[in-house]
């Protein structure tokens, strides 16, 4: 599942970087399609990580650009003062989702 990987990353993150979990403002993944089990990624696997039920996690969906938005979105709210730590990542985890889209529109 995506959750399980962007868990996996948060972890590693957190294990390389020595930055405790308390002072992670917030975490936004990307993805380029919701999985119908796992809507917010972010939010399953942060609360998988180990992070508090009030740090924020969010899920950007948009194809194709998605971990590059939630970086963005995260250097933004950096910028703005509003944040001084955030994660962010993207998974393509596209093996079980449908894409209900005619092959030429695709």
Known sequence: MPHDLAKAALTGLMHWTSVPKEVVDSI??????????????????????GFSD???????????????????????????????????SGDKWMSNVPIRHSRKMR
């Open 28 to 49: 936004i993944f990307g993805t380029v399609i919701q999985e119908v089990k796992t809507s917010n990624v972010a939010r399953k696997a942060a609360l998988g990580a």
């Open 54 to 88: 009030k740090t924020p996690a969010c899920t950007v969906t948009m194809a194709y650009i998605s971990a590059n938005q939630a970086m963005t979105t995260g250097v933004g709210l950096i910028a703005s003062g509003q944040c001084d730590v955030i994660m962010t």
